[in-house]
């Protein structure tokens, strides 16, 4: 990766702004049981629908637990394996898009296969997943594993064919180093900014996914805190308690904006030409 | 360009046929067998001789490329096999459905078109002015905005608070408003930006130059600069009719629509996959087919693409 890759993210201040935001939720996510004010399973009925306090930062829900710490533990959910599934993805993407590059008679096959599978839109290949899988989160990964991994090797392996085809790694194979090395040496690190752009990019779509399925009642399922399924709570007391609606929304408006904003500049600084083409493939 | 369609109609043959092997596939990686779903559904006791003859009446006890081939055939005569909780040929549940999601999404496309139309050629008429930025962040945020949310917060807004549109239910225009609204948002931020950004990239090209060299007024030169995009634009609204009516999924869910999304909702909770199946089924043929009309229109009307 180059050096100065860093110093131009920091360079952009919203980017830089995203990146400490994702930062921070991680740091919250990982450090959750100490940095909530609440248990977030406690129900409390005599407490519920409460206004913002010093005990509730964000207020109760209808069964009176701490909408805060429901947030907090909800990065777990929400975000953790959003992450999750984007880097097994990107693993079995990357192995399969570079078996593609390199052995002539993989590839056929595997570019056809990839075909097949781009044919569904990836929320449809992930609902029919869920469809016959049966509901819950290991299910729902799964499901957001295989709807993406066809567009993950499609996209890893248009980036190896720029490297492929150049002078050095001709020479490299004639002076009989092995695929291997060459992978690791010379390929890998040279289209590794690229996969971290994909990458980033990606992880917004799979949260709002996972946190769509969650509403729907297909995905994590409650009462485990995610902002999905507490926005679906939130709907059925809309006359009541409208205010319950923002907090999990916002929440994930603003990582998704966060991981969006992330992408796109690493994309400015990869391809300042990129916002000059025409063709968006997201 | 005859001999084109050929060819691409052939080469969508060999893709038909591997979505419906993934199709087929998917209904066999579920771990409870169909035929005790389909027991379970019509509340018989679950015993091994009872299993035994569902198989036998679904045809399930056969080898799976014998059920395959059998599929095959009965797709090819439209016949996509009986709901496993209405007893309903699946077929007439999807047409009964279709509609619905229909109306909804071109609603959608027509939203789409007009004002990712209208607001990308503003912000590439006006570059970098207030209102460019102000669009580019309305864009940035729309295509960060779970859909479902928006939906509540329009629910919220415009039923609860204003009662201006019905909150549910589909009862003439009215109760489409919203819906449409909703699924436009979240599509529109990529027609924005294909207008926007090629207008842009084609400014400083010979024959803009020599139209301000022949000192055409600004309107005549954008209409030079729109006939030269509205290509790809169009090609972009196609392809993303077939991605709509997935993504109407939620939102017919959430504003209780009764189309196809909220069929194939209703059938996952219902385990019944026949209907999850075809559903899955039509909408990747529709997208098959779409790409294809797209690259024949795209050939047929850029001349350049035929060198």
């Known amino acids: ?282 | 360009m005859i001999r084109y369609i050929i060819k691409r109609v052939l080469l969508i043959i060999p893709l038909l046929l591997g979505v419906s092997i993934v199709c087929f596939i998917l209904v066999n990686l579920n771990p409870s067998s169909p035929a005790e779903v389909t027991l379970r559904i019509n509340n018989i006791t679950v015993t091994p001789q009872a299993i035994e003859e569902t198989k036998k009446e679904l045809g399930l006890d056969k080898p799976l490329v014998q059920q395959y081939v059998q599929w095959i055939k009965n797709l090819l005569n439209a016949d996509l096999g009986t709901s496993y909780e209405t007893k309903q040929p699946v077929f007439d549940e999807l047409i009964q459905a279709l509609p619905v999601t229909i109306y909804l999404s071109f609603s959608a496309i027509l939203l789409i078109a007009i004002f990712g139309f209208l607001i990308g050629v503003l912000c590439a008429v006006y570059e970098n002015s207030y209102f460019d930025k102000l669009a580019r962040v309305f864009i940035f945020t729309s295509a960060a905005m779970p859909s479902f949310w928006l939906a509540l917060l329009l629910i919220w807004l415009f039923s609860l608070k204003f009662n201006i549109f019905p909150s549910s239910g589909l009862d003439g225009i009215k109760s489409i408003v919203l819906p449409a609204v909703t699924l436009a948002v979240a599509y529109i931020s990529t027609f924005v930006r294909i207008i926007r950004n090629s207008l842009i990239q084609i400014k400083s090209s010979l024959f803009i130059t020599y139209a301000k060299a022949r000192g055409l007024n600004k309107f005549e030169i954008l209409k030079h600069k729109i006939k030269n995009v509205i290509n790809p634009f169009i090609v972009a609204l196609a392809m993303s009719i077939p991605k709509l009516f997935a993504g109407t999924v939620i939102i017919e869910n959430i504003f209780g629509l009764p189309g196809l999304g909220r069929l194939c909702v209703h059938a996952i909770f219902a385990r019944d996959y026949p209907i999850i199946q075809s559903y899955i089924l039509f909408i990747a043929i529709l997208f098959i087919i779409f790409n294809l009309l797209a690259d024949i229109w795209l050939q047929a009307r850029d001349p350049r693409l035929r060198v």
């Open chain 1, 1 to 282: 990766m180059r050096k100065d890759f860093l110093i131009k993210i920091v360079d952009n201040k919203l980017a830089l702004a995203s990146l400490i935001f994702i930062t921070l939720l991680i740091i919250t996510g990982l450090f959750a049981p100490l940095v909530s004010p609440n248990d977030p399973y406690l129900i409390n009925l005599d407490e519920k629908l409460l206004s913002y306090s010093l005990k509730y930062p964000l207020g109760t829900d209808h069964l009176g637990r701490c909408v805060a710490s429901r947030l907090i533990y909800g990065i777990r959910t929400t975000l953790f394996y959003s992450l999750f599934a984007m880097i097994i993805t990107v693993f079995f993407g990357l192995i399969l898009g570079l078996l593609a590059s390199f052995f002539k008679l993989l590839r056929v096959v595997i570019l056809r296969f990839c075909d097949i599978m781009l044919s569904f839109p990836s929320e449809l290949m992930m609902l029919a997943i869920i469809g016959f899988l049966g509901t819950g989160i290991e299910n729902i990964i799964i499901a957001a594993i295989i709807s993406k991994v066809a567009w993950y090797t499609r996209m890893i392996y248009s980036f190896t064919l720029n490297h492929v085809n150049t002078n050095y790694i001709h020479f490299s194979k004639v002076i009989g180093i092995p695929s291997r090395t060459i992978i690791k040496k010379h390929l890998f690190p040279l289209i590794l900014s690229d996969i971290i752009m994909l990458a980033t990019l990606n992880v917004g779509s799979i949260i709002l996914s996972i946190s769509a399925l969650s509403f729907l009642g297909l995905g994590v399922q409650a009462p485990t805190c995610e902002w999905g399924i507490m926005l679906n709570e939130a709907k059925e007391l809309m006359s009541i308690n409208p205010y319950m609606m923002l907090p999990p929304g916002l929440m994930i408006l603003f990582v998704v904006l966060s991981f969006n904003i992330l992408g796109d500049s690493i994309r400015d600084i990869l391809d300042p030409t990129y916002n000059l083409k025409i063709k968006d493939n997201s």
